[in-house]
């Protein structure tokens, strides 16, 4: 099983500034990484899909890089709607399909 | 518009059955697979099993292997997940996903509590 490691558990942003949270993969996992957003009583939405496209109706502030076991989610400037919890899944090596244990991004 | 909404949660005791229920619109259900996933209070996502378009790939999680039986009724465009032998630890709140590689779409969930 493929272990995802999310790093850092909460990270506190002004609004307006730069946030990158990171991913880490136990083994390759190529670019079948995808990265969710979720708001509190909400379902997971879909984000990023093959380490680096956005989902549809996702804002070009979003944007994913990396390939390998080392993943990247970057929020250009972070808005007040994007305080959320967010997480990275792999889609590569599966049965089972596997989550990161979540970055939560606050307001600081 | 893709909808999926689960429905059928409850509270439960241990050792208790219960079925879930996703009906899905907006798409065309029988060209896609899809999925379970749960979220403990408070926790992170966890998937629980996999379903192809025709039923014929099936997939579970350890945790719930030998418990629970994913099926889908695609004349009806609907998900369902049978939940047998349930434990405290099965508390979650449960998710439909569609299946597309990642998970494209997700339900608002169906809380599922197992207390005594």
């Known amino acids: 099983e493929i272990v995802m490691t999310q790093s850092p558990a909460t990270l506190s942003v002004t609004p307006g500034e730069r946030a990158t949270l990171s991913c880490r993969a136990s083994q390759s996992v190529s670019t079948y990484l995808a990265w969710y957003q979720q708001k509190p009583g909400q379902a997971p939405r879909l984000l990023i899909f093959?380490?680096?496209t956005r989902a549809t109706g996702i804002p070009a502030r979003f944007s994913g890089s990396g390939s390998g076991t080392e993943f990247t989610l970057t929020i250009s400037s972070l808005q007040s709607e994007d305080f959320a919890v967010y997480y990275c899944q792999q889609y590569n090596s599966w049965p089972p399909f596997t989550f990161g244990g979540g970055t939560k991004v606050e307001i600081k | 518009e893709v909808q999926l909404v689960e429905s059928g949660g409850s509270f439960i005791q241990p050792g208790g059955s219960l079925r879930l229920s996703c009906a899905a619109s907006?798409?065309?259900?029988?060209?896609?697979?899809m999925d379970w996933v749960r979220q403990a209070p408070g926790k992170g996502l966890e998937w629980v099993s996999y379903?192809?378009?025709?039923?014929?790939?099936?997939f579970y999680a350890h945790s719930v292997k030998g418990r629970f039986t994913i099926s889908r009724d695609n004349a009806k465009n609907s998900l369902y997940l049978q939940m047998n032998s349930l434990r405290a630890e099965d508390t979650a709140v449960y998710y439909c996903?569609?299946?597309?590689?990642?998970?494209?779409?997700w339900g608002r969930g169906a809380l599922v509590t197992v207390s005594s």
């Open positions: 379903i192809s378009s025709t039923s014929n790939t099936i």
């Open positions: 996903a569609r299946h597309n590689w990642s998970f494209d779409y």
């Open positions: 907006g798409f065309t259900f029988d060209t896609h697979a």
């Open positions: 093959g380490a680096s």
